[in-house]
């Protein structure tokens, strides 16, 4: 998972459009970090070229930081009733 770590700097810019927001605990690199641990324990990508790790990666990411956005939501209909967006 070298091609990861050596891309790092070009996911980091692609895929964090704002760092400073917080889904359900998380912020964005940590979900990034995430989706890295993620992906190489995935036994079938451990011999894949690396655009296809990367874009498993990105794939991954984006579901992941939907997953934690959509919990986000929830926590907040429960907690505030269903106007709350």
Known sequence: MDVLASNWG???KKLLRNN???HNGYN???IMLETFEYII????????ID???IKEFTDE???MRHR???TEKQKYKIL???RHK
Do not use: Q
């Not at 324990?41 to 894949?48: F, G, P, Q, S, Y």
């Open 61 to 63: 990411y984006r579901r």
């Open 20 to 22: 400073g927001k917080i």
């Open 10 to 12: 070009y996911l980091r």
């Open 51 to 53: 655009d296809v790790i």
């Open 41 to 48: 324990r995935r036994d079938n990508l451990k011999t894949a």
């Open 68 to 70: 934690f956005i959509k």
């Open 28 to 30: 964005c690199e940590d």
């Open 80 to 82: 505030f009733g269903s």
